[in-house]
């Protein structure tokens, strides 16, 4: 439990994750059963799958039946005290006001600059009490924004463990698991189910774009729901996943990934790579109108001052050789800006990119636009100069991501 | 109703030079003072029946000549000519040093060699304090927005760089971060000069000689200047009261209302901008800006408060060291106490003792540690002696600044005061013997109770450090360092903004300066 503290070792203490290199989460045992490729990766400290059978499956599994992805290294706090809201409402961009209990939403927040500091979903379990997601570790900056709200603060990312099952057939397999309810989800609900002896909960969030679901439980609970969402969805064609295909999934949805796609202004060690919520398309989250908030005064001075430097884009590009960390050149010519994350999609049937501009390119600019990639063929680089237009992003839009009640198999 | 141009918490001396310069450029302005009375650390009162005393401050060395003139002070009843007075650096064994004239243009008690190494160390250190005297005086550059009166001005601080020439300009930044010790010991060896010098950097601050960067302590005391006299001092008529009362006058001649016993307790923010304030009584009052003269942590962390301001500006506000280290003394004596070799004229200058640059470093060491000093070091004025009047006939007040006694005493400074008073009055002894059988009345301040009495977080001196981090554009924290804060409408004007403490009216003038720029 961290309440609003100074003591260096108290925050030490309640960071304890950092005396182990690579952590393995509650899943390990079921996902090293399950592991055919060995091919691990270390995402927040944690060891996490890259592929764990075949990464072309893998993906389709998402996309046409129901995948089943370890978010336990997400980093997770627990807020609550009747400050909670007030204090998220200072925290983050969006108005926390509107977000009624039982719902999710994504939000960003920012350090004095407006530069991000991270972007993740925050949950409302109850009128005090929220759950917040992210990618960073913001322990301290969270105790110290916590100094003068009546609110606690918990890291409870060892202690819940978290899974995304996503899919067409998502729905079906927690139907099937005698998770009674869930139907009555839409779109960023939550809600608790009884399991085991405890709870778990589950919202229907995701990263993928598809009809999905995230699910929230005690770590020692992991592997019994585990256990149980395989044996249901053993009919429904569920199938764990690893990385690499849930990020072509979060390609395709348009969501962007915190030090992949920006760089937080914590990570940041040149000074022009932090962005401000306008420069990586979050700019829709800031709300003036909801009190003050971190970054408020430096986003609405950039503003009004004009001095947003970059724009993140949804780039459709010609062919099909993925474009990933291409170089943008405006007329061939000008060095523009970077491609962070590319893909050919095959839902979509496009060759697509996230790419950050420097401004007017990207944003009152947009012709004329090439990437420059580099193929490298046996030992040898094909130098491909392809055009690229500014598209909407999600690049893939699926109905049945919203559609309530959810489709059943 | 009348409603207001500016609000200024806190009638402290630099509160009241804020509103008075805003007041004289046509607006309408109100003094928002705590306390039954203006003044804040530039006080006085009545400790023992007879006795007065300048509250917090006692010698004036710095106030700005700009701001005697802004306030045209002089033609108020304050009277700065002819008052400057020596100090007297005790030594009960080898006899006294005395500077006289403005910080020392003449000694008393130096050996030859000593007398030729000070006239050379007092010479460079005002070359260089004239390279550092603008950067004191005006608003801190502002690295970001330099407008461009502000960029010549800082062209002029390089200019007066230049000007001291290749070897003065080599000289300047070697010495610029040094420790005290080091520097008076490379010129003179006296040790009750070197005591003094060394005193007089640390002087307000948690340091000691040998800490790096405690030069700087004295440069900033000899940037101060009085009666057209550098690194001068003096005892104003009435005590530091009498400062105030003059500045209390300027404000009200100029139309500035001023109401005591009226606590501020909330600065109104409304959509990131200041509009006013409420008083601890419910009582809310409107405006255009509000100027906070007060503490700059006191203004945000507990009058803006938490959620108005960003967490890493907060994070930096709280991070601003203000612990103070000095105690303040009064003491009512029924006789004029004799110094060990003075003359009895020097009685009414500032008598220092601190016997060597050691004995400073010996007496901070405790303090690091939460203890006091077990033979503290003093700067002792008897103003009873220049002005009678705040002593009853015969009898004498002793004043003094006592280092160090660190904020949070070790088991308390409920049951270390008694023992701190007593190794004090035993300081006195040895250099004023029989000094003790002539007490009729003491009162001891300690950090803990100037804070609470005086409103001043941690009792110090300047309202948070005055070191190299916590100077200029960083004082009190980046952010806030031009006057003007995060929060629109709200700008600071106490001694923790630039350049600082001690009775000198700048924050307050230049804030005003600021208030009015932005218009
Ligand atoms: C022990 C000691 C000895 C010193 N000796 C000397 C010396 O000999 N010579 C010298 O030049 N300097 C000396 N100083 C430093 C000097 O006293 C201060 O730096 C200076 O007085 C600060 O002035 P100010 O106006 O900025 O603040 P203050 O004098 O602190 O004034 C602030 C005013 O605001 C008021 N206030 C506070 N909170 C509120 C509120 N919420 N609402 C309304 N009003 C409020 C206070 O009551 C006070 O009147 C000494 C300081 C100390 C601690």
Not at chain 1, 267 to 276: F, G, I, K, N
Not at chain 2, 377 to 396: F, H, K, Q, T
């Amino acid at each position: 439990m961290a309440k609003a503290t100074k003591s260096t070792s108290a925050r030490r203490d309640a960071q304890a994750h950092i005396e182990m290199l690579r952590l393995e989460t509650p899943f390990h045992p079921r996902l090293e059963a399950l592991s055919q490729q060995n091919d691990w990766y270390t995402w927040a400290g944690y060891k996490a799958p890259l592929s764990l059978w075949d990464e072309e499956l893998e993906y389709f599994a998402i996309r046409s039946q129901a995948a089943l992805f370890d978010i336990s290294p997400m980093v997770k706090y627990r807020i609550e005290g009747p400050d909670a809201e007030a204090f998220c409402n200072r925290l983050t961009l969006r108005d926390v006001a509107k977000l009624k209990p039982g719902r999710v939403h994504y939000t960003a927040w920012c350090d004095e600059n407006g530069h991000v500091l991270d972007d993740g979903t925050l949950f409302r379990l109850s009128a005090d009490r929220f759950r917040l997601c992210c990618q960073e570790r913001h322990l301290p900056w969270l105790m110290d924004s916590a100094i003068g709200f009546d609110v606690e603060v918990e890291e409870e990312t060892e202690t819940i463990a978290g899974l995304a099952l996503q899919g067409p057939t998502s729905f079906a397999v927690l139907r099937a698991a005698g998770l009674d309810g869930v139907e009555r989800l839409k779109p960023f609900d939550l809600a608790t189910f009884p399991h085991k002896r405890g709870t778990v909960t589950i919202s229907r969030t995701g990263f993928t774009g598809d009809l999905g679901y995230e699910l929230f439980v005690d770590a020692r609970q992991a592997l019994s729901l585990w256990d149980r969402l395989m044996e249901a969805g053993r009919v429904h064609g569920i199938r764990a996943i690893g990385y690499t295909a849930l990020n072509r999934a979060r390609i395709e949805a348009g969501f962007i990934v915190a030090n992949a796609d920006f760089v937080t202004a914590e990570h940041a060690v040149r000074a022009d790579r932090v962005r401000m919520p306008d420069e990586i398309g979050l700019g829709w989250m800031v709300d003036r109108e909801k009190g003050h908030f971190n970054g408020r005064r430096a986003i609405l001075k950039a503003r009004e001052k004009g001095a947003l430097r970059h724009v993140l884009v949804g780039l459709e590009v010609e062919g099909n050789v993925p474009a990933e960390h291409a170089i943008v050149y405006h007329k061939g010519k000008r060095e523009v800006g970077l491609v962070s994350a590319a893909i050919w999609s095959p839902t979509a049937k496009r060759n697509i990119a996230i790419a950050s501009l420097d401004r007017p390119y990207g944003d009152t600019v947009t012709d004329d636009l090439w990437v420059e990639i580099y193929a490298m063929r046996e030992l040898r680089y094909v130098k491909l100069m392809k055009r690229a237009r500014v598209v909407e992003r999600p690049f893939v839009k699926l109905a049945r991501r919203s559609a309530t009640p959810p489709g059943d198999f | 109703m009348t409603s207001f141009d500016d609000i200024v918490i806190g009638g402290g001396h630099n509160g009241l030079v804020a509103a008075t310069v805003l007041a004289k450029a046509g607006r309408k302005v109100l003094v928002l003072e705590a306390e039954d009375e203006t003044g804040g650390a530039a006080r006085k009162h009545e400790f023992h029946p007879g006795f007065r005393v300048s509250s917090v401050a006692h010698v004036l060395n710095r106030l700005h000549p700009d701001v005697v003139k802004a306030l045209e002070l002089d033609r108020l009843g304050l009277t700065l000519e002819g008052r400057t007075m020596p100090t007297i650096a005790l030594a009960p064994d080898a006899g006294p040093v005395v500077l006289r004239g403005a910080y020392g243009e003449t000694v008393d008690g130096l050996s030859l060699s000593d007398a030729a190494g000070w006239a050379e160390l007092r010479a460079l250190l005002f070359r260089q304090v004239g390279v550092l005297k603008p950067l004191l005086a005006r608003r801190a550059p502002d690295l970001e927005a330099m407008s461009l009166s502000e960029k010549l001005a800082l062209g002029g601080v390089a200019l007066s760089l230049r000007r001291l020439g290749k070897e003065g300009m080599r000289d300047f930044l070697r010495m610029l971060l040094m420790n005290v010790d080091d520097v008076t010991g490379e010129f003179v060896e006296n040790d009750a000069l070197r005591g003094l010098l060394a005193f007089d950097a640390v002087q307000g601050s948690h340091l000691g000689p040998r800490s790096p960067t405690s030069l700087i302590g004295l440069y900033f005391r000899l940037a101060g200047e009085i009666g057209g006299a550098e690194g001068g001092q003096m005892l104003p008529k009435g005590g530091m009261g009498a400062v105030i009362e003059a500045m209390h006058a300027a404000a009200e001649r100029r139309g500035v209302t001023i109401r005591a016993k009226a606590p501020v307790s909330r600065i109104l923010i409304e959509k990131g901008r200041a509009v006013g304030v409420v008083l601890a009584d419910g009582e809310e009052i409107r405006a255009r800006t509000v100027v906070s003269a007060i503490n700059p942590r006191t203004t945000f962390a507990d009058l803006v408060g938490p959620r108005e301001l960003d967490t890493g500006f907060l994070r930096k506000i709280l991070n601003v060291r203000m612990k103070g280290n000095v105690a303040r003394l009064y003491l009512a004596l029924d006789g004029v106490p004799s110094f060990a070799g003075v003359a009895a004229d020097d009685h009414a200058g500032r008598l220092v003792i601190a016997p060597s640059s050691n004995a400073v470093e010996n007496a901070f060491n405790p303090a690091k540690y939460g203890e006091f000093s077990p033979e503290p070091a003093m700067e002792i004025v008897l103003p009873s002696l220049s002005d009678p009047s705040l002593a009853p006939g015969g009898a004498c007040v002793l004043s003094a600044n006592v280092q160090f006694a660190p904020y949070a005493l070790k088991g308390g400074w409920d049951k270390g005061k008694p023992k701190f008073l007593k190794a004090i009055v035993a300081q006195l002894e040895r250099c004023a013997k029989g000094i003790g059988k002539t007490i009729l009345a003491s009162e001891l301040l300690t950090p803990a109770d100037i804070e609470a009495r005086f409103r001043m977080p941690g009792g110090h001196w300047h309202h948070g450090e005055l070191q190299p981090d916590q100077m200029l554009m960083s004082r009190p924290v980046f952010g806030a360092g031009g006057y003007d804060t995060p929060i629109d409408g709200l700008y600071l004007a106490g001694a923790g903004s630039h350049p600082g403490g001690g009775v000198s009216g700048v924050p307050g003038m230049n804030a005003a300066r600021r208030v009015l720029a932005e218009k």
